[in-house]
């Protein structure tokens, strides 16, 4: 079967997927986790040619959407790992929006105190809030990524010839798929990342939201159909400096681990696979703390005329000037600390989990054989 190549799989594959796909800053680790199915998808034309029947592509989808499952599955335990760290960021980006916030948002110097004087607040339970829509988020969000970018991907290589330098005609290829893939992915899962960002952001008792359902509900209701795309734009905009800012980042650290290795650690001088997700997180954490000031712009515009916040802005710009008015410049980084803490255990996690579960399902890839 097509499924088990003699040719080593090696971390370099891992360069397409460390860097794309990036939402809200953060690194996505699904794209890093499931850049086999990638490899898989592109061979697939060859592995029908080869065994010319229709049972070899079906053997090939199926174990395609074996690591799919995975990698979502993955993805979404490391989500609900780091969920009370996503939460308590949230938290702190929004308080300044109105008095009753404030009240409610931990007070206590350092992450792990915030976290236990929010328990003791609003409930152990209170941590996890939003984490649901987080984890319903992540499914059309990470197939609308990996399918958008699989077949740009594809269709750049039969239009645009290679010219010049195969490592500059490539770098701009996965760049130009992964910049389309993240802004079509963030657009068609956006009204489920507002839901979040409004669930996440109640205070005290139950809200005035009761679930997802309820929150579109509301949404529609109060605000209108329009309403579900609020903070669209911030979002977007967001999106291609955090893409620039992470791929630059982990390209250059990433050159800087080769050339600094005697004959690289990996097949031909590669980055180990350890070494490719250690770069990814630090380009994770670079992008965040760069681009960390749209994304509190984008929660805030998100949540105007919400329950959690009557106020109205303006314009994108309007909301820039009221932090800077009223919070200075340290509000445009408030809840960076909780966001800085939940990376490396995020992608420890998801990591740890995308193998196991690996083994569990008995999904065999040259990745596990090595």
């Known amino acids: 079967m097509a499924l088990h190549h003699t040719q080593e799989w090696v971390p370099e594959d891992l360069d397409e997927a460390a860097v794309t796909g990036n939402e809200a800053a953060e690194p996505d680790m699904e794209r890093v986790l499931v850049v086999e199915e990638e490899a898989r998808l ?28 995975c990698g979502g599955l993955a993805g979404a335990i490391s989500k609900s790992a780091t969920a009370p760290l996503a939460r308590l960021t949230i938290l702190y ?49 990470s197939a609308a990524n990996f399918w958008v970018y699989e077949a740009v991907n594809e269709q750049w290589k039969r239009v645009i010839p290679a010219r010049g330098s195969f490592a500059a005609t490539d770098v701009t290829r996965r760049f130009v798929a992964g910049g389309i ?6 657009s ?33 209701r109060e605000e209108g159909p329009r309403g579900l795309y609020r903070g669209l734009g911030a979002t977007l905009a967001q999106v291609a400096p955090s893409l620039a800012i992470n791929y630059a980042a982990y390209e250059t650290m990433r050159s800087a681990w080769v050339r600094g290795a005697a004959a690289g650690d990996g097949p031909e001088g590669i980055p180990s696979v350890p070494a490719t997700l250690a770069c990814g997180s630090a380009a994770g954490l670079i992008s965040s703390t760069a681009t960390f000031p749209l994304d509190l712009v984008r929660r805030r515009l998100q949540l105007q005329g919400s329950h959690v916040s009557r106020e109205v802005y303006t314009s994108y710009g309007a909301v820039f000037r009221s932090v800077w008015r009223q919070e200075g410049w340290r509000g445009f980084y408030a809840g960076i600390l909780p966001e800085y803490y939940k990376v490396i255990p995020g992608v420890a996690i998801a990591f740890c989990s995308y193998e196991f579960l690996k083994r569990a399902m008995g999904v065999q890839t040259n990745a596990t054989q090595r």
């Open 93 to 141: 980006q929004v308080k300044g929006l109105n008095a009753a916030t404030r009240a409610h948002v931990p007070e206590a110097k350092g992450v792990l105190r915030a976290l236990r004087e929010l328990a003791a607040r609003e409930g152990l339970k209170s941590l996890w809030r939003g984490n649901g829509v987080t984890i319903v988020h992540r499914l059309p969000y």
């Open 181 to 186: 893939a993240g802004l079509t992915a963030c």
């Open 42 to 69: 592109r061979q697939m034309g060859e592995s029908s040619e080869e065994e010319a029947g229709p049972s070899a592509r079906w053997d090939e989808l199926v174990e395609v959407g074996k690591l799919l499952t």
């Open 188 to 220: 068609l899962a956006y009204p489920l990342d507002l839901v979040r960002t409004r669930l996440a952001a109640q205070v005290g008792g139950a809200g005035a939201y009761r679930g997802i359902g309820d929150t579109l509900r509301c949404i529609v």
